[in-house]
């Protein structure tokens, strides 16, 4: 492990790049993660409806976990108590936690903000709380995970100029905060040592994502992540700004896009110059029935597939997909039965995981543009 202005590093290694696309391999204390990554989210310490073994069994290199729920429900420290969050959600790779930030300030109606933090209610019971970033620092030191987040100000896509400017300034001031408190505590956690990544805002205003990196690259951090998009913006004017997001910061640096998780998302984000990607999408939408598949996404719910024998996706080598036909598969989720669920979920991380392997195999092979025009034409198809 190296370290970078006193804090913890896990070394970014770039293997190849063929157009913007990158493929690179992170040397973490519990493995090493090879890029892209999509990263399935366990947001109360758990990926819905999966063992860490399935979890393993599709894929997945990092799980998320998150800092906001788990700091009230069942508490920082009765994580630590319990032997860390590796041992108290059994995963033994990688875990990332986000700061926090995204689930306050969804709470923006009722929260009290300035630049000390923002004071809220908890969902749960109604106690009042006041994150900081020193708070967020503690909560994800005792949590103990290997990559932890700067606290940050995430305003919504609707935001007017103004207020994406001042939530860009508390960002930075908090980005330093943040890598102070971090810095006192020697870069440890409860599981060991912590990379923390700062996260640009900007919206989708091109000088204030400059004026964001800017001052996150003057501050200095072991890898950057992309914050502020997928909150309500136009698509193009996203991915427009996931080119200029990540032209602006280090060629040597992980970069993390945060929250995207369908599967032309995914791909765009990667031609983009992206490294790793969360989302609770594949999760939330196998609950709402729905599957992705290399013929697009099909909708458990319609009548079209009571009679099928086929299985929902014939490339791919899951137990939904090995096992069980469409027809199976839609009468359990129309009865409400939880192997649907679990089968669904399976699928779709799986699905997504493949996927991403297929574009890092394709950006080492030099062929990620007809991986990328190849996948558009057929996953649209339904």
């Known amino acids: ?15 190849a790049q063929d157009g913007e696309a990158r493929a690179g391999l992170i040397e973490t204390p519990r493995g090493v993660v090879r890029t892209p990554c999509f990263m399935p989210v366990g947001t109360k310490g758990t990926v819905k ?3 860490p073994d399935r979890l393993h069994a599709v894929g997945a290199q990092i799980v998320l976990a998150n800092t906001y729920h788990l700091a009230l429900r069942p508490g920082s420290d009765t994580v630590r108590r319990l032997g860390g969050l590796h041992t108290f959600m ?24 300035d630049d000390g933090g923002v004071a809220f209610r908890s969902i749960y019971d109604g106690s009042k709380h006041v994150f900081t970033p020193e708070r967020s620092m503690a909560e994800q030191e005792a949590l103990g995970a290997d990559f932890i987040m700067c606290f940050d100000q995430c305003p919504p896509g609707t935001a007017t100029e103004a207020e994406v400017a001042d939530a860009v300034r508390r960002t930075s001031v908090w980005a330093e905060r943040c890598k102070r408190a971090h810095q006192e505590k020697d870069g440890l956690g409860t599981d060991g040592p912590q990379m923390l990544l700062g996260i640009m805002q900007g919206g989708v205003i091109p000088h204030l994502r400059r004026s964001s990196a800017e001052r996150l690259l003057e501050i200095g951090f072991p890898g950057y992540a992309i914050g502020g998009l997928t909150v309500g913006e136009d698509r193009n004017a996203m991915l427009e700004t996931t080119s200029l997001a990540a032209d602006l910061l280090p060629k040597d640096r992980l970069r993390y896009f945060m929250g995207i998780g369908d599967p032309e998302g995914l791909i765009e984000v990667i031609s983009r110059g992206v490294d790793m990607f ?3 999408l594949p999760t939330r939408t196998a609950r709402m029935g729905t599957a992705f598949t290399s013929q697009g996404k099909v909708n458990m719910r319609n009548a079209e597939h009571t009679y099928s024998t086929e299985p929902l996706d014939p490339e791919c080598p899951c137990p939904a997909c090995t096992r069980f036909s469409r027809g199976a598969i839609r009468h359990f989720f129309m009865q409400k039965e939880i192997l649907a669920i679990i089968l669904l979920t399976e699928h779709n991380l ?3 995981t493949r996927l991403v392997a297929g574009a890092r195999e394709a950006i080492l092979e030099g062929r990620f543009a007809a991986f990328k025009s190849g996948f558009n034409s057929s996953f649209l198809v339904r």
Do not use: N
């Open 278 to 280: 969360d989302c609770v």
């Open 1 to 15: 492990m190296r370290t970078f202005d006193g804090l913890p590093d896990f070394p970014y290694t770039l293997e």
């Open 49 to 51: 409806a999966m063992t």
């Open 350 to 352: 799986t699905y997504l």
């Open 90 to 113: 059994q995963w033994d790779g990688p875990i990332l936690t986000d700061s926090g930030g995204y689930q306050v300030f969804s709470l923006r109606d009722t929260a009290k903000m």
